[in-house]
């Protein structure tokens, strides 16, 4: 995916979700060949012990790093270029090789608003400064919803992105330390500097659309009042390793989290195929995680991507992997081929629009995949080639990480719709605490403001071409799904 979501994880630690690293096998050893150490999900039949699973690993010369054993998935380093056939056997469902599988985060530029220290001082406690220029919050009636509440603190929202800023004057306050931790590897680190942006300011400014503090600096999130985690699963060079997004789940459904936001796609093939036999195993990993967090509570947020794709009707993806792994590869892809965890059952799937509640020229869409519509942008949003501003995108927080200095600016993307969406989710806790994950992605749709499909064949930018798009439905849409979310209708 391109710009915030493209089509557009740093030591192991010792400790562990689950039952931690487990010792040697009592199986027979022998002799093994070394080679460059790779990482591994090995995954037990589902709903059976991870025991019989490690004791092949150990064989087969490799270690346990991490043992989910909430979903029967370890995490296992090995040097052994021939472990993917060693460990298979009884206790072993599949194994995948994560190398060459990370996806990239591309931030997209972010455009500074002018200087923090000017910001901070024209601060007051009654107005936040750069409000008047935050569309998007008024656009989803965020002003209307605050006057009945701003959030509760006991809800927490899982940032699974590149960090954030712990030292940012309007996230400070609205971050859940005891609940943060860094998944880079699969492995959990929760010492603060892991769990701190080192090279993308992404998950700093998808913070900030969420919570941002009402304390007269700088900007506004869409619930204030709740606390935001920062569960940190893009490395230093900006990748998402399934390893991580598998830590990540089971991190923020074990420590109390009731949403997350998940603005990015898992693997360097865009559309993650369970009948291909590289895939499966990512795919099963990946759905285990998704489906215990839904059974502890948590509504899981995605975007829906930036490739303007139609995701009900896939054919070929012409762009895969991206992150130069291996050729790219001409594919045709089924229904059994998902964005992942757009596409994930259970997953509240957003899709952007822009300042005129219009589809964003690089949102994808398809009916029945998009569940609601959120602000995320569009700076081609003036039809006819007219020059448009960056403040069409979305202001929130940003962290300049060659400068170590905080700020604000704007981003545009389907990781900015996701954000908005899972901010009304916290507002909807909030007013409605009792609700479960399936009820509230029911009341998130029931309560949006519909939007109807453009006739014809829509495109944004007439005078280029491949922005076109068709959508089909009606006030449940493949653009929109169920319409754009409404901040004020959750909480009122």
């Known amino acids: 995916m391109r710009l915030s979501r493209r089509k557009v994880l740093a030591a192991a630690s010792a400790a562990a979700v689950g039952a931690g690293v487990l010792a040697a096998a009592a199986l027979p050893t022998q002799a093994l060949a070394a080679g460059p150490e790779s990482t591994y999900l090995v995954l037990a039949p589902n709903g059976q012990s991870t025991a019989k699973a490690a004791n092949r690993v150990a064989a087969a010369g490799g270690t346990v790093v991490a043992n989910y054993s909430q979903i029967g998935v370890l995490v296992v380093r090995s040097t052994n270029p021939a472990f993917q056939t060693a460990v298979a056997g009884a206790g072993v469902d599949a194994v995948a ?8 985060l591309d931030d997209g530029a972010t455009v500074e608003v002018t200087d923090p220290a000017v910001l901070e001082a024209a601060g007051d406690a009654t107005s936040e400064p750069l409000a008047g220029l935050q569309w998007d919050m008024a656009q989803i009636s965020v002003p209307q919803a605050h006057k009945v509440t701003i959030g509760s603190p006991n809800v927490v929202v899982g940032v699974l992105d590149s960090g954030i800023s712990s030292t940012h004057p309007d996230l400070a306050t609205q971050i859940a330390k005891d609940k943060s931790a860094s998944c880079i590897g699969g492995v959990v680190d929760t010492s603060e500097a892991a769990w701190n942006p080192t090279t993308s300011d992404h998950g700093t400014h998808v913070a900030g659309t969420i919570a941002g503090a009402i304390n007269g600096v700088g900007i ?18 900006g990748f998402i390793y399934p390893e991580a997004a598998v830590c990540g789940f089971l991190w ?11 603005s990015y796609y898992i693997d360097p093939w865009e559309f993650n195929c369970r009948n291909d036999v590289r895939q499966r195993p990512v795919w099963m990993a990946v759905q285990r995680a998704i489906r215990y967090s839904q059974n502890k509570g948590v509504l ?26 291996f050729p790219v590869e001409d594919r045709t892809i089924t229904g059994a081929c998902l964005d992942l965890p757009a596409e994930a059952p ?14 964003s020229y690089y949102s994808s869409y398809g009916q029945g995949v998009v569940d609601v519509a959120a ?14 501003t960056s403040a069409d995108g979305v202001l929130s927080s940003t962290f300049n990480t060659v400068t170590k200095t905080n700020g604000w600016g704007y981003k545009q993307g389907t990781s900015m719709a996701g954000p908005h969406a899972a901010g009304v989710a916290a507002l909807a806790l909030s007013a409605h605490p009792n609700m479960q994950p399936g009820a509230l992605a029911s009341f998130l749709e029931r309560t949006a403001d519909a939007l109807p499909c453009p006739s014809g064949v829509y495109n944004p930018v007439p005078r280029l071409q491949g922005y076109e798009a068709t959508c089909s439905g009606g006030n449940r849409n493949g653009f929109y799904g169920a319409g754009e979310i409404n901040a004020y209708n959750v909480v009122r």
């Open 220 to 237: 506004a999130g869409v619930a204030p009042g709740v606390k935001v985690a920062s569960v940190k699963v893009v490395n230093d060079d």
């Open 252 to 262: 923020a459904a074990d420590h109390g989290m009731r949403v997350t936001n998940n």
């Open 375 to 388: 602000p995320g942008g569009d700076t081609r949003f003036r039809t006819l080639g007219a020059s448009s």
């Open 346 to 359: 259970g997953v509240v799937t957003v899709s952007a629009v822009g300042p005129t509640r219009a589809k």
């Open 97 to 104: 090789s994560t190398a060459g599988l990370g996806s990239a």
């Open 300 to 325: 899981n947020v995605a975007s829906a991507g930036n490739s303007n794709v139609d995701l009900q009707h896939k054919f070929v993806d012409s762009g895969s992997p991206d992150d130069n792994s």
